[in-house]
């Protein structure tokens, strides 16, 4: 495969994008009509020494813009001191040479990057500069009949640009903020729609393809057993009804509170726990897996989103049990009351498994015991044990406290 080319004229979009070349461009820019229209450099008489001072100012000047989005407020200084510079000079001898433009640029690109204070105070330092060229305007005349005309003109010209460019500045900040608070919004939206889809993939596969799976694996021991074994295939297939209904209400409240505006998906689950574990093994036995339960230590109180979190775990580690161990398998559950919640659940592997049992996994259903435990700060585990399979699994008694340490 050749490697792809860069797009014609990539290169140049490129060089003229960058905002160094964009701050030269607007310095050779400032500077060039500030020299002609605030100085004097081809007026007659005027010698090459008056050039030089012009470019001792002028050049300065030009160099510091480069750098106004870096260093703003320097930038800023730098300039208002060349200019004050100039202005003092033009006042006290016959060099002329008053700049302004360059305030202009500096003083907007504070305004644009800093805080209100910063603008606020180069917006007012701002009157010196402006001060000393309506000055030297006026102390130009001979007549004292025009110097008023001249100060109205002066004003005219140097207040309304000085506070354009100051506005402009600050509304060019007020709509950066605006709309990076508008990415940042939308940003949370799509982040709060992620983890919605993930918590709503979770429980579809809690509900839905547990109860599924455990329905096939009696429908094949249903069938097996037809035959030598009516009242039992009966038995079995009333059970794989009762699954089948019981499935089918928690989707319809699931879906119904997907319908639902502001209402939380765990809401339309019917709030299970570590004492519905009866009817769940029950189950895994009715698929021909012989399972212990053994419980150690005192039980204490859960919260509903832990005692859920931790029915979950032992229902898709029991579940995965039938379908990737098989009939004929020996399995334990071990629930461990100490400082934490302790489960696990290991099998021996020993079973007969059907080869169409193998399409019943989903793949994410580790992922999603993973992602719940880890919301309460606890750990799982699931490796290979021995023949068989083991998975363990850690819970905080107390939620609220690991999330008061976390936010912490």
Request: net charge neutral; hydrophobic share 50%; with cysteine.
């Amino acid at each position: 495969m050749e490697p792809q080319q860069a797009p014609a004229g990539a290169g140049t979009r490129r060089w003229i994008r960058s905002a160094r070349v964009q701050d030269a461009a607007l310095a050779l820019a400032v500077i060039v009509p500030e020299a002609f229209f605030f100085g004097a450099p081809i007026a007659p008489g005027t010698r090459w020494p008056a050039h030089l001072v012009l470019a001792a100012f002028a050049l300065p000047e030009a160099v510091a813009l480069l750098f106004r989005r870096r260093w703003p407020m320097a930038v800023y200084l730098t300039v208002w001191a060349l200019a004050v510079g100039a202005s003092v000079l033009t006042i006290l001898t016959d060099f002329h040479f008053t700049p302004y433009f360059g305030i202009l640029v500096a003083l907007y690109t504070v305004a644009r990057q800093c805080r209100r204070p910063a603008a606020l105070t180069a917006l007012a330092v701002t009157a010196v500069p402006v001060g000393l060229d309506t000055a030297d305007i006026l102390t130009s005349l001979g007549s004292p009949g025009y110097r008023t005309a001249a100060l109205v003109t002066a004003l005219a010209f140097y207040l309304p640009l000085t506070i354009a460019a100051w506005g402009v500045g600050r509304w060019s900040r007020a709509t950066a903020a605006a709309a990076d608070h508008d990415r940042l919004a939308l940003a949370r939206a799509r982040l709060a729609v992620t983890h919605e889809r993930v918590r709503i993939a979770r429980e579809l596969h809690d509900i839905v393809a547990n109860a599924v799976a455990v329905i096939v694996m009696q429908a094949e021991t249903a069938r097996a057993t037809a035959a030598a074994d009516p009242p039992r295939a009966e038995e079995t297939l009333g059970r794989i009804e009762d699954l089948g209904r019981g499935a089918m209400a928690e989707l319809r409240r699931l879906l119904r509170l997907l319908r639902t505006a502001d209402a939380s998906v765990e809401d339309g689950v019917r709030r299970r726990g570590l004492a519905d574990l009866a009817p769940l093994l029950e189950d895994v036995r009715r698929a021909g897996v012989l399972i212990d339960l053994e419980v150690h230590g005192s039980p204490a109180h859960l919260d509903e989103s832990v005692d859920l979190t931790a029915y979950r775990l032992v229902q898709e580690a029991v579940t995965n049990i039938t379908k990737h161990a098989g009939p004929g398998s020996h399995a334990e559950v071990r629930i461990t009351w100490a400082d934490v919640l302790r489960l696990d659940v290991v099998d021996d592997g020993a079973g007969h498994l059907t080869a169409t049992r193998r399409d019943l996994s989903t793949g994410h259903g580790l992922i999603g015991l993973a992602e719940r435990i880890a919301l309460f700060g606890g750990e799982l585990s699931a490796t290979p044990y021995r023949s068989g399979f083991r998975v363990t699994a850690t819970l905080p008694l107390a939620p609220g406290a690991v999330a008061a340490e976390r936010a912490g």
